[in-house]
């Protein structure tokens, strides 16, 4: 399954849903939802409250990315707010692979997201456990940012991998991701896309429509 979710952290906060129906209306599938701590990445963003409220405004999987150091204690809340996909950072949890039982244990999907300078070993005993693997393709905390070339690479391996343990693990991209480059993503391996200049930048339901245009020519 080939996915697109546009990143809230480039709507207009102030007609958020608004934003996401547009979205959602246009056929995005997953809503990508971005909470930064301010310690982990170098900037804040929205929380609980916001997720809730959005939840009651969409049907949309919400793909809950938390830029969080230690985000074990909040985990059962955010499951709670509505989340179906909450993908945590290697480099942020002190026992990975507890923090992934745990939020398996909540119901809902559990993924891990790695930095860019961060090595696809550091997933080897914890594969298994994972619905899916986040590929930061910048450094995480802003939008907008360049696509950092060498992820592309990293996809590909991480893809090679899976196929090779015949796992079933989505590979989600995030950073830098347009109309551009999805093609070179796609064909390395990823199969969802998270945008988010590239979506809320301009028209987003035409935008949405051009993401979709390209994905459906891996679906078939
Ligand atoms: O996690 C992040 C940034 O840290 C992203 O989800 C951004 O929201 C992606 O923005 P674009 O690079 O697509 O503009």
Redesign the pocket.
Known sequence: MYALAP????ADFAALGEDVKKVENAGAQYL?I?V?DGDF?P?LSLGMPVIRSIRKKSDMVFDV?L?MSHPEPYIEEFADCGADIITVHAEACRHLHRTLRQIRDCNVKAGVSLNPATPLSVLEYVLDQTDMVLI??????????S?IESSTNKIWKLREWIKREQLNVDIEV?????LNNARTILDAGANIL??????F?GDCAANVKAFLDILNDYNE
């Open positions: 990143s809230i952290l480039s990508h971005d930064m990445v900037s990315h830029m930061m393709s910048v450094n995480p905390g802003f939008g907008g940012q696509y995030d950073g830098g991701v347009g998270v945008a988010g200049s590239a979506v930048n």
